[in-house]
């Protein structure tokens, strides 16, 4: 929702900053590096992708289908790169990075993969019944309208 109300870039770094300030004060540290990238990127798409067809689809109906869109390529984006992450984080630190420490790192990443699909859902979900709430307050709309 950052890279919709904020626009994609202004949107990408409150998504990134925020949420590794989240991984850093809750002590996951490790993760930090990895979820400003990730959140940076899954933000700023969304709110590239929102922007871009909210223009080409003029209906009320165009606004949530951009925002989906938009939700549903970023989300694509958070699984796949903590499930990269991961596998690369588990695969050093098995002392080795051979094909047997890659294949590990892959099987035990996937674990993870409907965690962070239910968080993206969840988090498509949120967007969808906020954006007409925020939409009523003139500056977000201003925002949104860019």
């Not at 409150?14 to 990127?41: E, R």
Request: aromatic share 8%; proline share 4%; glycine share 14%.
């Amino acid at each position: 929702l950052c890279g919709v109300v904020l626009g994609p870039l202004p949107g990408a770094l409150a998504a990134g900053i925020g949420s590794m300030f989240s991984d850093i004060f809750s002590g996951y540290v490790t993760w930090a590096p990895a979820t400003f990238i990730i959140k940076a990127l899954t933000g700023g798409i969304a709110g590239l992708l929102f922007h871009h067809f909210k223009n080409t689809l003029h209906s009320k109906k165009g606004r949530y289908a951009a925002l989906a869109l938009g939700g549903i390529v970023g989300e694509a984006i958070m699984v796949i790169g903590y499930f990269l992450y991961e596998t690369g984080l588990a695969a050093l630190g098995s002392g080795a990075l051979n094909q047997a420490s890659i294949a590990a790192g892959i099987a035990s990443s996937a674990t993870g993969i409907p965690f962070n699909i239910v968080q993206g859902v969840v988090g498509i979900i949120l967007s969808l019944i906020l954006l007409p709430v925020l939409s009523k307050i003139p500056d977000v709309r201003d925002w949104i309208e860019r």
